[in-house]
């Protein structure tokens, strides 16, 4: 077994766990507002903004460097969506929740100064946005009738994203990292996971009780 699929094999429940909280099953059966819709974007506006910023410092590390694609980054579609969604004051009207704040300062402890953890986070988003997210992207054209405005967090021109989850996995399979290594950043994915569980069942609290009113 390659090294991408055993860590696609160690992080099946942490997915499953994040595929079947409440916010995602009420995003996807159509039940959320654009308010509770564009919640989403604000936070993970947040862990972005924080994740990209580690890029510009990892982009010359030997390992962590080739991960870094400028064509991933969604910092710019988030804010494009965000203007859309609530007006050009939008970076006035948004905060981080509690939880997508313990998320950018674990971020901001591992992924400025440790090539591995940054890939760990770098691959948990990114990773899901290309597959997962356009699952989402299907469920929110159909409820708002979205064409690119509002939904170019889930695009990536330029992009194919079946060939370019091969060259990942490659990618992840031929790090030079040790089994201690290996070991810390499969135990670090799993804390991306649950650091992205917690932001979204935050939302589901605070969306669902307008959405279900």
Known sequence: MGFAAELRERTRSDHRAAQHLGYFDALLAGRLDRAGYAALSEQLFFVYQTLEEA????????????????????????????????????????????ATREYQARLREIAFTWPAGYVAHH??????????????????????????????????????AR????????????????????????????????LNTAMLAELGRSVLPRAAA
Do not use: C, N
């Open 163 to 194: 060939a370019f989850k091969e060259r990942y996995r490659t990618r992840l399979d031929e790090v030079p990292w040790d089994e201690v290594e290996r070991q810390r950043f499969l135990d670090e994915v799993s804390w991306a996971y649950r």
């Open 123 to 160: 691959y948990t988003r990114y990773l899901g946005d290309l597959s997962g997210g356009q699952i989402m992207l299907r469920a929110l054209r159909r409820s708002f009738g979205f064409a690119e405005d509002g939904v170019r967090f889930f695009l990536f021109p330029g992009i194919e």
């Open 55 to 98: 890029a510009d410092v990892m982009r010359t590390d030997p390992v962590a460097g080739p991960f870094v694609v400028d064509e991933l980054h969604r910092l710019p579609a988030l804010a494009a969506d965000l203007e859309f969604l609530h007006g050009p004051d939008w970076a006035m009207r948004i905060t981080p929740g509690p």
